[in-house]
Each structure stands twice: as structure tokens, then as C-alpha cells.
Nanobody, 117 residues
Framework: QVQLVESGGGLVQPGGSLRLSCAGS????????MGWDRQAPGKQRELVAR???????NYGDSVKGRFTISRDNAKNTIYLQMSSLKPEDTAVYYC???????????WGQGTRVTVSS
């Protein structure tokens, strides 16, 4: 069973930066894809970014050009560098992983990001 542990959330001012980390453990096949979703109050959960083990990335439209996802395969850890943060980026950010063949494998407990002056 995969385990995902997030860190790095907090309060940041608009225009600021923040980096999230997610460390995965468990079956390596269940960590083929790792990524971040987020859910803001009263809104649906949306894709933020995801990355495959070989390094192929996808981003949600609302974060393209501002957020960068990266991965350290030796540590089974992904990072989300968030820049030019906006109040609308305020949400709980969830790390997740997917098995190459079987789809969703696990979720982290979530880390809160608040963008406010």
C-alpha cells in the first residue's frame, strides 16, 4: 500500500513563492505517476500538476507558467514550486499517485496553502 506524506504548505503573500514536497513509499509501480490536486472551499477538486517517472509533466491551465513540478526518483519524492501566487491559489493541496496499469493508488492527507496579504 502506497503512503504519501506532504509538507511545505503555509501562508504566503500574493506574488510570493512556496514549495511543496511529497514523499512516497510502498510499491514502486504505484508511484509511476505522482502529482498534485487542489480543492478550494466551495469548488471542485482540480488538477494542479503531475509527473511520470520518466519526467513527463502535465499542468492545470490555471497554474501553467507559474508552477513547476519536479521529481527525485531516487527518493520517490515530488516537488511543486509555486511562484507568482494569487489569492485564488488558496486551497488544500493533495498529493496523489497512480499505478501505470491500474490507475489511482493513493492520496496524501493534504496540506493547506493560503495566499493572503
Amino acid at each position: 500500500q502506497v503512503q504519501l506524506v506532504e509538507s511545505g504548505g503555509g501562508l504566503v503573500q500574493p506574488g510570493g513563492s512556496l514549495r511543496l514536497s511529497c514523499a512516497g513509499s510502498g510499491n514502486e509501480n504505484d508511484l509511476y505517476i505522482m502529482g498534485w490536486d487542489r480543492q478550494a472551499p466551495g469548488k471542485q477538486r482540480e488538477l494542479v500538476a503531475r509527473i511520470t517517472k520518466p519526467g513527463i509533466t502535465n499542468y492545470g491551465d490555471s497554474v501553467k507558467g507559474r508552477f513547476t513540478i519536479s521529481r527525485d526518483n531516487a527518493k520517490n519524492t515530488i516537488y511543486l514550486q509555486m511562484s507568482s501566487l494569487k489569492p485564488e491559489d488558496t486551497a488544500v493541496y493533495y498529493c496523489y499517485s497512480e499505478n501505470y496499469y491500474n490507475g489511482p493508488a493513493g492520496w496524501g492527507q493534504g496540506t493547506r496553502v493560503t495566499v493572503s496579504s
